[in-house]
């Protein structure tokens, strides 16, 4: 059975939802859990009530586990720092983050205004930012750390009314990956959870009647993972909701190379377009370097028997 016995988890966001539901498992497995939450009174993001992350540690205390309550506002860097100052003060060590904090406006692209989208940015992917930038150094210098970013299938699918929530769950996909290689010479592990379930942000979009059916808790079993010493994924994105459970890749379709320079325009492509769209010939890569790395491959064999 995976336990936390001794470790120190961040839930940020942990109020309410599924946050709450990640608190409430890493603590059953007797991790010691900081719930963070601002205690916003309406999924926008506005207002605070730091009553919200005390409720959730009662629960905690109640059933016998260890936590303790936090109201920092995650896009604030330096209330993020302050954060990790005061786990470390208080426990000496920062083993799991969980960067679960986010906010949602439904409103299309014209509808979006600049202060919409800056808030959407600065709480989803400013805040996974802020949070993981200030935990980073703690977890680095022990040489072990889980850390589990919150993505969406919005932000690689899109939804009509989510623009700009789906710029800042893409950015978070970004994030990570950036990350995934620092990440493993230090032992530390970066993956993605892309969760879907009944919630608050979600009520007016999902069916009712599955309210029990995509319980929080299903998304919690995937952080859970993500979060644990069993965990060697990284750099991976983890989809979980309803029982479902599966891994999303970027790929690549094979395309064309065309090695006459001269042949290289628009119309080429234009002819080759079903060839280069073609999905049932693909490839993923481990890093952006690796993916442009085969081009230059090419291009330098082409070289050298030209030379020939």
Avoid at 31 to 49: C, I, K, L, N, Y
Avoid at 104 to 132: K, P
Avoid at 140 to 153: A, I
Wanted: overall charge negative; hydrophobic content about 45%; glycine content about 10%.
């Amino acid at each position: 059975m995976i336990r936390f016995d001794g470790q120190v988890a961040i839930v940020t966001g942990a109020g309410r939802g599924m946050g709450r539901s990640h608190a409430l498992d890493l603590a059953r497995r007797g991790g010691v859990v900081v719930v963070s939450d601002v205690g916003t009174q309406t999924v926008a993001g506005e207002g605070r009530d730091s009553a919200v992350a005390q409720v959730v540690v009662d629960e905690i205390v109640a059933f016998g586990g260890k936590a303790m309550a936090d109201a920092t506002d995650v896009s604030d860097p330096a209330e993020a720092e302050a954060l990790a100052k005061k786990v470390m003060d208080t426990y000496g060590r920062i083993d799991i983050l969980v960067n679960n904090a986010g906010n949602q406006r439904f409103l299309h692209f014209h509808e979006t205004s600049r202060a919409d989208y800056d808030s959407l940015l600065d709480i989803h992917l400013g805040g996974s930012f802020n949070v993981t930038r200030a935990c980073w150094p703690h977890m680095v210098e022990k040489g072990y750390g889980r850390v589990v970013f919150t993505t969406s299938q919005v932000g690689f699918y899109g939804q009509v009314d989510a623009v700009a929530y789906g710029a800042a769950k893409a950015g978070i996909m970004g994030l990570m990956h950036g990350m995934k290689l620092d990440a493993e010479k230090s032992g530390i592990r970066v993956n993605c959870i892309s969760p879907f379930a009944f919630t608050r942000m979600v009520v007016d979009l999902f069916p009712k009647e599955l309210a029990e059916e995509l319980s929080p808790a299903h998304v919690s079993a995937g952080v859970t993972f993500l979060a644990s010493r069993e965990c060697n994924l990284n750099g991976e994105v983890l989809i979980a909701g309803g029982g479902h459970f599966c891994i999303a890749k970027t790929i690549e379709t094979l395309g064309i190379d065309i090695d006459n320079p001269a042949e290289i325009t628009a119309d080429a492509v234009a002819t080759n377009i079903g060839t280069i769209t073609d999905t049932s010939r693909i490839e993923m890569y481990p890093d952006a370097l690796a993916a442009v790395q085969v081009t230059f491959d090419r291009l330098s064999e082409r070289a050298i028997q030209q030379q020939g």
